[in-house]
């Protein structure tokens, strides 16, 4: 693990957000779903619909408004950002993947997505079933339960 993964609770918000923007391309890149590619770019609301649609899909009645509202509130979104990473640094190949991406970006101006990028991994999360990392195979499985049990809690469902 390096250092980024050792300090997750501990980033400020700019790296966090630089780490969780890091996190979404590269997942987003090495899927095999081309729609992938566009979760990153998302704006907020999209999100709120596409993660409300994967949460009645698990049986929680909820709404994209709902949601949306959620990826908006700085605290909730950047608890929902740590916890969507966590699965991500156990995986050893993909963790040093991100890390690499994320030490790539943060020399690199670039557009500020606050937290909200926490929304995207999420997606990716959830719609991502594996990735290839050179020779390893990555499952999203703990990562989707998970990330459906952190927007469960903080939805109150």
Do not use: N
């Not at 980024?4 to 630089?18: A, H, I, K, N, Y």
């Not at 997505?113 to 390893?136: D, H, Q, T």
């Amino acid at each position: 693990m390096t250092d980024v993964w050792d300090r997750l609770g501990e980033l400020s918000d700019d790296e966090l957000t630089t780490l969780v923007a890091a996190a979404g391309h590269v997942i987003a890149d090495l899927a095999d779903d081309a729609a992938a590619a566009e979760v990153p770019l998302m704006p907020v609301g999209h999100l709120g619909a596409e993660l409300a649609g994967e949460l009645r899909a698990a049986d929680v009645d909820t709404e994209p408004d709902e949601v949306t509202a959620l990826l908006r509130d700085r605290d909730r979104a950047r608890a929902l950002a740590v916890a969507a990473l966590r699965p991500l640094a156990a995986e050893p190949e993909l963790a040093a993947e991100v890390a690499a991406a994320y030490e790539a970006r943060r020399g690199m101006m670039a557009v500020d997505g606050g937290l909200l990028l926490g929304g995207a991994l999420l997606v990716l999360a959830l719609k991502v079933k594996r990735i290839k990392v050179g020779k390893v195979d990555v499952s999203f499985y703990e990562a989707r339960a998970g990330a459906l049990a952190q927007l469960r809690a903080f939805l109150g469902k």
